[in-house]
C-alpha cells in the first residue's frame, strides 16, 4: 500500500527566508503527488499538483515542487516566505487520478517569525 | 459559489446522541468522499461514493452511515456519538472520467464534530 512520509513536524523560520519541506512516498510506480494546505481553522487548499511531465512544478502563493524518482520524494519550496504562509502542509499521494483517495502524510507545521 | 460546501461548521453534541453531517458540490463531479483529520491533525479517508454507490469503506464503525442522495451530495450520519469521535470531518470531490491534471480533489471547508 502506498504511503507518505513527512518527516518534519513543525518548522519554524524567519520572515524573507526560503522553506523547504519534505515529503517522501512509498508506492511501485509514480504516483500522483499533491501539496495541500490547511491554515488554522479552514479546509485544504491545493498549492500543487505533480502528474506527469516536467519534474519542478509551479503552484499558487510562489510555491514550486520538484519530483524526484530517484529519492521517491516531492519537496516543497518556497524562495522567500512570508508571516500568511504559517499553516500546516500536507503532502498527498494517488495512485491514479479519478475515484481514487488521496493518502495524506501527517503535515508539517510552519511558524514563521518576524 | 462555493465549490463544497458543509453543514454544520461546528457540531458540540453529547456522548450517545445522533447527528448528521451534509455536503454538497456544485462541481459536477461524480466521486465524493468523506475524510476524517484527528486531534493529531491526520487526515485519513473513511468513505468514497462514486454516483451514488458506495465504493469504498475503509475500516470505519457501523456507527458511521453514509447516504448519497444523489451525485451532488453526500451525508454523513453517524449513531451513537462517542468521545473518540471528536474529530474534524472533511468532504471532497473529484471527476471520475478520463482523468489528468484537471482531475483533483476539492475539499470542504470541514465541519468540527466536538462530542463531550
Known amino acids: 500500500a502506498q504511503s507518505v512520509t513527512q518527516p518534519d513536524i513543525h518548522i519554524t523560520v524567519s520572515e524573507g527566508a526560503s522553506l523547504e519541506l519534505r515529503c517522501n512516498y512509498s508506492?511501485?510506480?509514480?504516483?500522483?503527488l499533491f501539496w495541500y494546505v490547511q491554515s488554522p481553522g479552514q479546509g485544504l487548499q491545493l498549492l500543487l499538483k505533480?502528474?506527469?511531465?516536467?519534474?519542478l512544478v509551479q503552484g499558487i502563493k510562489g510555491f514550486e515542487a520538484e519530483f524526484k524518482r530517484s529519492q521517491s520524494s516531492f519537496n516543497l519550496r518556497k524562495p522567500s516566505v512570508h508571516w500568511s504562509d504559517a499553516a500546516e502542509y500536507f503532502c498527498?499521494?494517488?495512485?491514479?487520478?479519478?475515484?481514487?483517495?488521496?493518502?495524506f502524510g501527517k503535515g508539517t507545521r510552519l511558524s514563521v517569525i518576524a | 459559489d462555493t465549490a463544497v460546501s458543509q453543514t454544520p461548521k461546528y457540531l458540540v453534541t453529547q456522548m450517545g446522541n445522533d447527528k448528521s453531517i451534509k455536503c454538497e458540490q456544485n462541481?459536477?463531479?461524480?466521486?465524493m468522499y468523506w475524510y476524517k483529520q484527528d486531534s493529531k491533525k491526520f487526515l485519513k479517508i473513511m468513505f468514497s461514493?462514486?454516483?451514488?454507490?458506495?465504493?469504498i469503506n475503509e475500516t470505519v464503525p457501523n456507527r458511521f452511515s453514509p447516504k448519497s442522495p444523489d451525485k451532488a451530495h453526500l451525508n454523513l450520519h453517524i449513531n451513537s456519538l462517542e468521545l473518540g469521535d471528536s474529530a474534524v470531518y472533511f468532504c471532497?470531490?473529484?471527476?471520475?472520467?478520463?482523468?489528468?491534471?484537471?482531475?483533483?480533489?476539492?475539499f470542504g471547508p470541514g465541519t468540527r464534530l466536538t462530542v463531550l
Open positions: 471532497a470531490s473529484s471527476h471520475l472520467q478520463g482523468g489528468g491534471p484537471s482531475d483533483e480533489q476539492f
Open positions: 508506492y511501485g510506480a509514480t504516483p500522483y
Open positions: 505533480y502528474f506527469s511531465g516536467d519534474t
Open positions: 498527498a499521494v494517488a495512485p491514479f487520478i479519478g475515484n481514487t483517495p488521496l493518502v
Open positions: 462541481l459536477g463531479h461524480d466521486t
Open positions: 461514493y462514486n454516483n451514488k454507490e458506495l465504493i
